[in-house]
DNA sequence: CTGTTAGCGCTTTCAA
DNA sequence: TTGAAAGCGCTAACAG
């Protein structure tokens, strides 16, 4: 693989001046920039990144962690957060942490190791006090879907909590009060918040939290298949399912037609996320909007901005969701 | 960001003796090990990947490129590719080639440039040339979803013809002769190769192919839609549709009931893939296994194998796909 | 078992 | 506008 050196005396100028023309900025005459072009061209010559790294202690990379690589939730963020930043010659080094916090400290650390210039972060197991250490350490970080009341202004997050009550009163206003709620894991901070929602809004239509009607899910469609075969089992009448996410609203539905409901007619469903394929499922699916793709758009900017001085627009730190109504939510009757 | 000087410092050893304890293999004392790594801990020291890259020639990790970055089916791979290099301490870097010649050379120079070990392509745009000058480069690359002729040893690919003959054959068996196709992008091999296998398995049943049931869709849920509004606006009555991905099939499924079919008493439906979703779609998607994991995991095995010299399996270079029976299919009748 | 000494390929002053 | 030279943080002979 050819180098700047071979470069260098092909075109019979110095090491510094190829380096010169690479980087635009510098003056350079037109000649020799004509002359160092052409060796670099019949030389094929590739710039070695990492050698560039070294001597000039930034990467043009980013490090971007997410929970898993795939997924219609993780997969939007990682490819908006990557569109984003390459339009702006940035690349994005992806790695996955599996809400798991060793793991997820492994990840940053291989991160930090590569010299990204920045970090990308949605992490779920590991601590605030851990991330707030980390932020100290030099390396710009933004986190996603966390709000760390220490570290706000590096925090995109979602109102969680809000979502849940939405997604709650959307059910209550239709009439259902014997409501069914398949959660998340409920270490994780965003199941807890959603969860906290359906009670603040069962509270408020004066409805009873029964705890027989709540199943912990592991926030894939298997867990809503589980989910909705365990509460059915508690004989408890529900007429509505809230889940915790899409993914197990759709599995809930798929188990719950094989055990012969109708939907929206004897159970009413919704989910949260409104990942893309919610509304190929049947019936389509209510749902929550989690506007991911401009929350990663905005850790992506906020990047561009604070540590590649880019001027982008003002960053926005917290999100909030939005109710999608389809046609997996019908009004109570009799 | 403490380097390995001030560690050898602090530990009152050479960098040479840093290093050594830092790559395990070589023999150094016990006493000054523990020195050492006492010096790092109280330091903070994190090797430079980037300065180790310069210095040994290799980085330990491999460039993936996909064509995106989201949806189910690279989400899959990549995830089973980072999966199985972290586990022999190798990293992926990926990268999106979204199926357009420039944006995939590009990708592929920038996984260059970062000096990747070697290359795993799922590439659907750049010319069966460029690989093979590519691969001539020196960089190892394998290359996922195509079998190039004089690169066949880097190639993982599936037999897609025959994925479409399963699918086709199957609508066939159940005594459908009015058979709609929805393919991909007709310019992508593999959106040839499964039409070529529907007329195959046509042809052996004495069907005629028809043109006018035949639509070219984009791979996507949206493109389902368009093929089967587009479709059934022939009015050509068929009673069985073969989409030539799961997507699409979602796609045109949902379109399907929206204007009043029954699936599958109506219209029978095939997708391709078997995509995570595809069983919690109403009915249930019966489709072709596309073993995109044991690929993935091939590939990731090819690269471990050749280029890290750990000692895997024999490498499968072709994969067949197999038929997944499920409810959207019925018999034909009358 | 440990230290010395060249680099790896590039950037970046500082001079010219 | 261009060149010389000193690193960036690490590895890898080669001695000792």
Redesign the pocket.
Known sequence: ????????ELA?????????V??KN????E???QKVLAAMESLG????A???G????HTSSVGVLISELHGPFYGMMMSEVETELRNHDVHAIIAAGHSDAAKEEDAIEFLLSRRCDALILYVESVTDEYLVKLAKKGTPIVIIGRNIPKLAKNCISLNNELGGYLASKHVLENGHRKIAYISGPLWKDDAQERLAGHKRALAEYNVKFNEKLLFEGSYQEEGGVEGLTHLLAQRANFTALLCANDEMAAGAMTAARDLGLAMPQDLSVVGFDNVAYSRYVYPKLCTINYPIREMANMAAHWVLKYVYKHNAFDIQNIFEPTLVTRDSVSKFKR
Do not use: F, H
């Not at 693989?1 to 260098?8: E, G, K, L, N, R």
């Not at 019979?12 to 010169?20: C, E, I, M, P, Y």
């Not at 010559?45 to 070695?48: A, K, L």
């Open positions: 693989m050819a180098t700047i050196y071979d470069v260098s019979g100028v110095s090491l510094a001046t190829v380096s010169r690479m980087n510098a003056q350079v005459s000649k020799t920039k010559y590739r710039p070695s990492i050698a560039k070294l001597a000039s202690k």
